[in-house]
């Protein structure tokens, strides 16, 4: 069965699209396959999986690929139609074989409500009861028609119902994070929030309306991996000063107030598992650096940064030869990510 990982931090900015595109390509070049699910309204993920450069571009996808998306493959179930859910017709992503993409919708946002009336009143109104469960099932059937081995879900910043659900029938999360003022404050946000988040998901796994619905609620079995620093930059080799400031600030929010939180509320693996897989103290999967241009050389080429060619960039001598030597560090950055997240998913073999 296919794992489900969560990239979610209610703090925006911290290059979350960027890096579930990039892990879940280095996962599919070390044999794995992996549906991506662009779960935010704003289709960032799916710009840089499908050509959008002309204008309405994307509209003229759903058009030609109608069901092809996160939102119209869940119609069934939000629109109550008199039809069951289907697997999602995946777009592959054109360079890696084993990687697909769930497409975005921009209209996505307008199901939050529906889905958050449901998951408060689901046990009284037996027309919503479908509803909570339809995002896990939906990604179940999928996953088993591509014999995939991750779902990696690109989610929005926010706390609404839709990131509630899909957070919460997760099997792991993995929190990115910015060294800033920002994403220390949302530790403390995390911290009070994801427990509040379990405990309304083991209520609903119990609830006999949602147990006997067409689409079961799952019972939660969500873990942390860790948090993925990142949007910094160097000097000599290292985070500059006022970087490393908000490095040990932040380190110390996750030790001292979310990992303690998690705890307490069964979110956390075993230690000696996250001592296994290497990780950067504290809990920190990878550290990585401003991409600076590359990313809209990425982003232009719909390839990962660490794919990038001396023609995709445009840069000669001195030049090209100091951003080849990046881009190779980029490798091995996301390269050891991916051996982490493999460890730590029981997948490393």
């Not at 699209?17 to 993920?45: H, Y």
């Not at 571009?57 to 039809?83: G, M, T």
């Not at 339809?134 to 088993?144: G, M, N, P, R």
Request: glycine share 6%.
């Amino acid at each position: 069965m296919a794992q489900v990982i969560a990239m979610f931090n209610n703090k925006g900015g911290v290059s979350k699209t960027t890096t579930c595109f990039n892990l879940s390509w280095m996962l599919a070049e070390r044999g794995k396959k992996v549906i991506m699910v662009d779960a935010d309204p704003q289709c960032n993920l799916t710009g840089m999986v499908l050509d959008l450069t002309q204008v309405d571009a994307l509209d003229e996808f759903y058009v030609q690929h109608p069901n092809q998306n996160l939102r119209d493959a869940l119609d069934p179930a939000f629109q109550s139609r008199p039809r069951p859910l289907e697997p999602v017709e995946c777009v592959e992503v054109q360079g890696r074989d084993g990687l697909f993409l769930i497409p975005g919708h921009v209209g996505l946002a307008e199901d939050e409500v529906s889905l958050g009336v449901a998951q408060q009143l689901s046990e009284s109104i037996q027309a919503l009861k479908n509803l909570p469960g339809s995002f896990s099932h939906l990604f179940k059937i999928t996953a088993e028609k591509y014999d995939a081995d991750y779902v990696i879900l690109d989610l929005s910043p926010g706390l609404g119902s839709i990131n509630q659900n899909l957070v919460s029938v997760s099997d792991f999360f993995i929190v990115p994070a910015s060294p800033d003022v920002f994403s220390v404050m949302a530790m403390d946000s995390l911290s009070r929030v994801l427990p509040k988040w379990m405990r309304w998901a083991e209520r609903a796994a119990e609830l006999d309306a949602l147990a006997k619905a067409d689409y079961v609620f799952p019972k939660p079995r969500l873990k942390f991996m860790g948090t993925i620093v990142q949007r910094y930059r160097l000097k000599n080799g290292a985070p500059t000063i006022a970087f490393q400031e908000y490095f040990d600030a932040l380190d110390l929010a996750v030790a001292d107030t979310l990992i303690p939180a998690l705890r307490s509320s069964g979110l956390m693996l075993e230690e000696a598992l996250y001592e296994s897989a290497d990780e950067e103290p504290p809990y920190r999967l990878a550290s990585i650096p401003d991409f600076n241009a590359l990313i809209a050389n990425s982003q232009q080429s719909r390839k990962p940064v660490f794919k990038l060619t001396q023609a995709d960039v445009g840069r000669g001598g001195s030049v090209w030869e100091i951003t080849e030597d990046n881009i190779q560090k980029f490798h091995q950055t996301f390269d050891t990510l991916a051996q982490r997240v493999e460890k730590l998913t029981g997948q490393d073999v």
